[in-house]
């Protein structure tokens, strides 16, 4: 992998999925003219955060893979050049579903993908209802931009999902994301939830020694119906080096498009000093597949 | 557990092993003193930090546990009715040491230890010389505080230790500590170093839904031949929230008794939102027990 242009595509999604869509290809266009090699899309973006709500109808929103969005994307991709990250609401069968990240590599063919394994299920974030937890496991998908190493959203929390990608030979660390906070919510609260959410994928970026690349929606959602208020969609997308230190941080009201240049020599270089992977002691990590040690 | 006060006890060390003793008996003293009802002290406490060279006379600084350290610790934590986290150079066998936590409770007696389980070697840590890599696996001590999570400075950087102490039920975790910087490195370099640094702590909050105590030492130690030219220890110990917010933080200048107060129902609450043990893909964490996924 030699430098690597990374575009962060943090945007507002609507009703019209035809419209999400085009407004994505544009973004990606915009980003590969100033030079992007690789651009990564929000999560689900597609269409509004339609997990608020638990309704059947919604199942509505899912597509095959490869399907309509692959039929845009990969022509685009191999138009422009470039390799796009996208995050899809995945149709695999009636009754099953999974939140699916489909790589598009420059040559405009399906690279791989990775089904979110971690579901989460809070209010606002009804996941449970909507996605099947995935079944291909943790593994970075291999393109001409090096190998990545895509995980989706709550996957960010779980340090064992980056050590997985690490430990398989990934190059970086990717997350579309849609996480917010209600607007309602005390800004302390506020400020720590972003706070944390920062800190663990820094951290990624610390315990792998690779560069992370997170990307965020932005934007308030309305509640689907009267009876709750809606996300405010906290952006913040950010790219950060092999040692946790933001190359580049989106802020938290507006549309960006944010270019990063990875260098991935920081990472030969910071895992010779602090070689990490050298020193975990297999011998003694066996309950890490234990839910509990009771 | 009901609200802890813990004391972090960031200290200075020289070259006598008995001022080094009583310049944390009366640190302990005062932290007691102020209302600490959990002392913990920096890494390797009783000796300056004698890893910067290999020297087989250095190994004339271990002890035995029971020994000299846990003599004069046991009665002082009794005395006080104060916990104690000790970090000491164990003498196990000829040839055969380890860099051991003793945890005293406050009824005096050695509640039980940890050895550290990853070992550094890096220029000016030369760790993997003096210590044999801990055989007793990661395994919360409990008190009458709690349940202490107690890791030790290279551990810190290993998510997968602060994960397990997490499922072994720990309360809190406790980091003694002794990192630093070369002074002559570059401040960028050293900020960088720092940032990660506290950031992968703070990480272990989050991802596990715990406070962290890290208790590091302070002040500049000279290389102990003209060969090279130190470690500045960098200080900065502090105390984080379930959600890795700070809720202390010490300078990086002075030796400081920092003392703080966790409220564990934070724990419960943050755990109640952020359910991450709930969804942990234990079916998929196989190779987690691999070196590399080659």
């Known amino acids: 992998m030699k430098h690597l242009t990374v575009a962060a595509l943090q945007l507002r999604f609507g009703a019209d999925i035809e419209a999400n869509r085009r407004h994505c290809a544009a973004a990606i266009e915009k980003a590969a003219g100033q030079g992007a090699e690789l651009a990564v899309l929000p999560e689900l973006h597609n269409t509004p955060y339609f ?22 994307f990969g022509p685009l991709a191999q138009h ?28 405009g063919a399906i690279a791989g993908k990775y089904r979110k394994m971690h579901i989460p299920d809070d209010p606002g974030y009804y996941e449970k209802f909507y996605f099947t937890p995935g079944d291909l496991g943790f593994l970075p998908v291999k393109t001409a931009v090096g190998s990545l190493g895509v995980l989706v959203c709550w996957d960010q929390w779980f340090p064992e999902a980056a050590r997985l990608m690490t430990l398989a ?3 970086l660390l990717i997350y579309p994301t849609a996480i917010g906070y209600d ?8 400020k720590n939830q972003l706070e944390a959410w920062l800190t ?5 970026a610390v315990a792998n020694g690779l560069p992370v690349v997170s990307v965020n929606r932005i934007g308030f959602e309305p509640h689907p119906t009267e009876k709750d208020y809606g996300i405010e969609f906290w952006g913040n997308s950010f790219v950060a080096d092999a040692q946790g230190a933001f190359l580049g941080r989106a802020g938290d009201k507006e549309e960006e498009i944010l270019l990063m240049t990875i260098d991935p ?12 992977l050298r020193d975990r002691r297999i011998d003694a990590y066996g309950d890490l597949l234990k839910r509990f040690r009771d």
Chains 1, 2 share one sequence.
């Open 51 to 72: 997990c608020q709500t638990e309704e059947t109808s919604r199942f509505d929103l899912a597509e095959p893979i490869p399907g309509p969005s692959t039929d845009l």
């Open 80 to 107: 422009l050049g470039i390799t796009i990250v996208l995050s899809l609401f995945e149709r695999r069968a009636p009754g099953l579903c999974h939140n699916t990240a489909v790589v598009i590599d420059r040559d």
């Open 169 to 171: 030979g990934a190059d």
């Open 183 to 190: 607007p309602r919510e005390d800004p302390a609260d506020r």
């Open 200 to 204: 663990i994928q820094r951290s990624h």
């Open 265 to 276: 020599a920081r990472a030969e270089a910071t895992r010779r000093i602090w070689p990490f």
